[in-house]
C-alpha cells in the first residue's frame, strides 16, 4: 500500500486547519504557504473536503475554510476517503481478479492488512493528534513562516 501525496496533503491541511480555525476561519493561502503545499493543489483538496461534509468555507474579508465538525468527530481514515485516496494494499484494488480473473495466492493477506491500516487510521481523530505536544510544538513553529506577512 502506498499513500499518494493527495492523502498525505489533505491530512496535513486538515491538521493545520484544525489546529488554527478556532477563533476564525483560514484561508488556503495561509495552509499552503505553512505546508509548502501549491495553493491549486489545496483548492482541489478542500473542493472534495467541502462536498464530504468536513470542511466548511466562509466567504468574504476575513473569509477562509473551517472545520464543519469538530477534530474528535473527524477521522483519519475519513480524510483520505474524502480525497479518492484508496487504503488499499491489495494489486486489484479488492476486487479479487489478480491472478487470470480470480485471487491470486495472497490477496486475503493484503486483503488483512488494508482492513488494518483502515480500522488503524478510522480510530485516530484529528484531536487525538493535536493533543500531542510534539504536533503542537511543530504548528507554532510554522507560524513563523507566516509573521513576515502580518
Known sequence: MR???KGRYAVTAMLDLAFHSEKAPITLTDIATRQIISLSYLEQLFSRLRKAGMVTGVRGPGGGYQLSRTPEEINIAE??????EQL???KCGGKG????????LTHDLWMGLSAQIYDY????SLAEILSK???ADIAKSQDQVLKPFL
Open 97 to 104: 481478479n489478480c491472478h487470470n480473473n480470480g485471487p491470486c
Open 3 to 5: 499513500l499518494t501525496t
Open 79 to 84: 480524510i483520505i476517503s474524502a480525497v479518492d
Open 133 to 135: 505536544a510534539s504536533v
Open 121 to 124: 487510521l478510522s480510530n485516530i
Open 88 to 90: 488499499d494494499s491489495t
